[in-house]
């Protein structure tokens, strides 16, 4: 019989040894400049990034180790997966979540043990504001809805992959932040065209980037709070909740759910795209952790499972509901229900 051995935790507690080199090389632009096969060996990653030889060459090891480089003679190149998804400009650029991780989050998540004794968020202060997404501050503008965009609209293109839109038309994005579902949705549904429903602050960041994608005559902006209890905007056959509802406490979301119904008409649908829990509360590890960083993040948000979504969505009214899985960073799935 195998032995049992404390290596699992070892892995563990040297998360933020991955994390932070892992950081440190989008910092530098590592794999941006190694772009289109180019190769580097220790002695050009001195040269280039301005290291001097020893930490050049343990960075370079330390990326190929976690998958981020491959050994190419005696210098290193990106991998595949760094070559699609850690190279500016890229269409599914992930460096923005890097970015907020490293620079917004990651120093408060050292003070985890206080937010679980105290039940309150570390990021922000709610006795200053009423969300964390209540802010002009212009680094947190920036960030955080870059990061949601680097996130999203990977997701946004499994999701399209494998939910059936039922032929929907007009999409509602609430919450729909950077505008990255729409902008991905409307690439592949040449039919679709969308709404973002967001905070004033926020549609600005969405319609510069609907603009910058060339699709403001489909993609439209709805500055609106879905706080007020005024409703959602109708006109619309599918509404849609990206990582919104891990955001805010069952209550919240039970409103939010039927703000949803009612905007909605006959057979139209509503699709919840998150990181899903399963059933016995024991993982997936993305979506138990997830719920831990809403602790850091927000008053009252967890990350929730597909039956609990499944039963908010029967008391607002919905019927046909489903649950579709799928891979990618945002979201591993989504519950849908249709209004009949
Ligand atoms: C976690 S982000 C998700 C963004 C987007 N759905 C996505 O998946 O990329 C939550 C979004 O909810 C928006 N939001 C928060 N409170 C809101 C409110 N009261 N009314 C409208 N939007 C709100 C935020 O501005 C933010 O864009």
Redesign the pocket.
Known sequence: MDMLTPTPLMGLVTGFWSFKTFAAAVELELFTRLAGGQVITVADAEAELGLPERPADLLLAACASLGLLTRDGDGYRNSALAEEFLVKGKPYYFGGQVAYCDQRTYLPWHRIGEALRTDRPLTWDPASQE?M?DTADPRMLESF?GA??S??IF?AKALAQHVDLGGGRRLL??????G??PIELCRLLPDLSATV???PH?CEIAAGNVARAGLGDRIATAP????TGEGLPAGHDVVL????LH?WDEATNQRLLTQAYEALPRDGRVVI?ELLLNADRTGPPAAALMGMNMLVETVAGRNYSDAEYAAWLRTAGFTDIETVHFDAP?ANGAVIGIKR
Do not use: E, N, Q, R
């Not at 609106?224 to 706080?227: A, K, Q, S, T, V």
């Open positions: 969300s997404f809805w949601m965009y996130t999203s997701t994005d609430v919450g729909g932040g950077s990255a579902y429903f967001d905070l926020v609106g709070d879905f706080l909740f990206s990582m919104i955001d795209s945002g």
